[in-house]
């Protein structure tokens, strides 16, 4: 990563380190980053972090859905990812976080989005080793979450040596949509 050219443009002060975010595939991202560059996170917050390496089932998913975005578009992926992803509760009395989550992936560039696909699918050849990360975690998990199950949080709790899993009840893989509250709650707590 070309990390040492892009700090410094953006002047941040790493010297007490950082705390990186990142959601589904950003925690692959960050966590990587955390794991090449140990001194540079203090924490990490993992938002329905993805199995790594991915299973190949979430690999051929995400190649499907990255050709089906470049034949069709967005709206019909924005549905279907909506609908599979957010829990039963958000689906059934919460048509603002369900509408938020479809407008969150139709805002974005199909082939954008279809790159994304792309690179997460290239995850199942990535196998971040969690145990040898020196930063305090927080795992934020969703009790409905199938892109990042619960046994996988568990099990990812269990491989850092600091770290805490927090678990939202009636929430699924979109957390800062379906439970805002719940999030800043845990990470404010964290922080």
Not at 8 to 34: E, F, K, R, W, Y
Not at 140 to 146: I, N
Request: glycine share 8%; charged share 20%.
């Amino acid at each position: 990563m070309l990390l040492h050219l892009l700090l410094p443009g953006l002047d941040l002060p790493t010297q007490n380190q950082i705390t990186l975010i990142g959601h589904s595939m950003g925690c692959l991202v960050v966590s990587l980053l955390a794991t090449q560059h140990p001194d540079l996170a203090q924490r990490l917050i993992l938002l329905g972090p993805p199995p790594s390496p991915l299973p190949q089932a979430g690999a051929d998913a995400s190649i499907q859905r990255a050709a089906k975005v470049r034949a069709e578009g967005l709206k019909n992926v924005a549905t279907a990812v909506a609908t599979a992803a957010t829990s039963t509760k958000t689906k059934t009395e919460r048509p603002i976080s369900f509408n938020a989550v479809q407008m969150s992936l139709l805002s974005q560039d199909p082939e954008g989005y279809a790159k994304g696909c792309t690179a997460l699918a290239g995850a199942r050849d990535l196998a971040i080793d969690f145990a040898s990360l020196k930063s305090e975690v927080l795992i934020v998990a969703g009790e409905e979450d199938k892109v990042s199950p619960v046994a996988w949080a568990q099990k990812l709790n269990g491989m850092l040596v600091r770290s805490r899993l927090e678990m939202l009840a009636d929430v699924g893989h979109w957390h800062v949509f379906e439970d805002v509250d719940g999030v800043a709650r845990v990470v404010g707590e964290f922080l």
